[in-house]
Structure formats: C-alpha cells, structure tokens
C-alpha cells in the first residue's frame, strides 16, 4: 500500500480530476491523503460540480436548474458521485497545509486541475507546493498531472539545476485547441462571464493562446517536442479529441496519457480513469505487483 498525497486547490477543484483518481487509487490499495492551501477541506467548482450555471439562462435563478450545455461540459454521473463519496472520507476533511509537507510521508503525488481564475490561481500559485513538487521529483517518486495539475509541476524550479522539473520530460496538458474551445463555447453559453473558462487570459496585443497551459508547460520543457498531443495516425484521434467522448472505467479509447518513468500527465476530466489506472501502475511496478 503506497500513501498517496492529492493536492488540490482551496476552492474550484474539478471534481472529476480530484474524485476519479482518488476512487481508483483506493480501489487499488493505496492510501489517500489531501492537501490544500489553507489545511482546510477543498471545494469542487460548483459549475463542473452541477452543470448548473452553464447554460445560457444560467444566470436566471427560476431556470438555471434545467441543465442542457450543462449536462455535456460539467461532470458526468459516475464523477458527481465519487466526490459525493469522497466528502465523508475523514482525510478528505483533514488536509494537511501545503507549507507542512513533506516529501518522506508519501509515496505518490496527484496534482489534479481546475481553471475559475478566483479559485485556482492560489493553488497554481503556492510557492509552498512548487517545494514539495520539487522534492518529490527530486526523490524519485510517482508524480501524476492532469490537465491545470500540470501547470504546478512547470512551475517547480529546483534550485539544483534552476530548471523546472518537467525539463527534459515528456508531458501532456490541456491543450490550447482544447482551452480555445472551451473559452469560445463559453463566451457564448455564458456569455455574461465570458472569461470562466480561462485561468490567464492575454493581454491586448498578445497572441491568442500565449497565455494558455499548452503554451506555459511547453516553455519549461527541454524541447517543444516534448510537448505531446494526440497524434493524427492515433485511429481514435476523433473519440480523443472532439470533447465530446470521456474515458470511463472500462473504456480507454478516448483518453490520451503520457507516461515518462515515473512522471505520469494527462489533458482534461476526459483522461481522468486512464491516468489513475497508469499512475496506480507505476506504484505497483515499484513493488513488484501487477494491477488488475
């Protein structure tokens, strides 16, 4: 059994990147611990949580229940309920603060996403968990990324070689066509904050996308070629890549993942079973197991 810690923000965490992972890995055997910024319990984003709020009458109280866009860009049933069940694991209730981690207590990390700006600009932000990132990578141990989760691990400079951990790694991330059409759908589905779906939104003269997780992940990689995204030949590159098709527990064909050693990524919700089952792989390699 592996102590698996997830890090996730204060408020606004995708529910499915931080509930999925956390289902499988217990599954699995592993023990689940938290984190978040303040040590207190973390929040879904109510939106992905609900799909209430991201329709076009999302703003009128009397209608904002009835979910159409909703019911395809928010959480899906099977997600909803493993964070439902997740809210009355006691560890879920008692996270450590990120300035009281240490890298000798676990065994893994996950560092899942979120994008409402208000929310998760202070989990991507913590000098305090770009440390504990910097340690667990530097300890060799599982680290597993997904989605804005990725941006974290950018972000962690050793202060060894003054690079960020992902140099010289593979990765994925969301990619900007995926962070593109969600901030466009958006604006017109919500169209009253237009912005929800990006975390950093360019400045006036700055290329569309510059600021977006595709563009900052890759910057910190050794080569932009390092940087991978679904592959044109991939015979599933349509179900991957058209946002419309999810992984589920018994189905792979729409997730893409990369594994590099013991550094695992992911894109968005849509990866998010596939991701757990690879980085519980890369636990079980480390004790000689196999996952069923």
Known sequence: MARVLIALAQQDADPT???????????????????????????ADALMLTGEGLDPWGFVPGLKRLTVVGRLLG????????????????????????DALSADDFDALVLPGGHRARGIR??????????????????AKPVGAICHGVV?????????????????????????AQEG??????????FWDGDYYRTYVEAPGEPAGSRG?????????????????????????????????RDTADDARPAFVVRDGHYVSARWPGDAYTFAKTLADVLAEGRGERTP
Not at 125 to 139: H, P, Q, Y
Not at 157 to 173: D, E, F, N
Not at 222 to 239: F, G, L, Q, T
């Open 213 to 245: 997780v595709e563009a900052e992940v890759t910057a910190a990689l050794a080569s932009p070629s390092d940087y991978r995204d679904v592959p044109k030949s991939d015979p599933e590159h349509r179900r991957k890549t058209d946002g419309l098709h």
């Open 17 to 43: 990147e931080v509930a999925i992972p956390w289902k499988v890995l217990r599954a699995a055997g592993h023990e689940v611990r938290f984190a978040t910024p303040e040590g207190t319990r973390g929040h």
């Open 122 to 139: 202070p989990y991507l932000e913590s000098e305090a968990l770009r440390a504990f990132v910097v340690a667990m990578f530097e300890a």
């Open 152 to 176: 974290v691990a950018a972000r962690a400079v050793s202060p060894t070689t003054g690079r960020s951990v992902l140099y010289g790694k593979k990765t994925t991330s969301l990619t900007w």
């Open 181 to 190: 059409l969600a901030w466009t759908l958006g604006g017109v589905v919500r």
């Open 75 to 98: 959480a899906r049933r099977d997600a909803r309920e493993a964070w439902w069940a997740m809210e009355r694991d006691a560890a879920f209730l008692s996270p450590r603060r990120f």
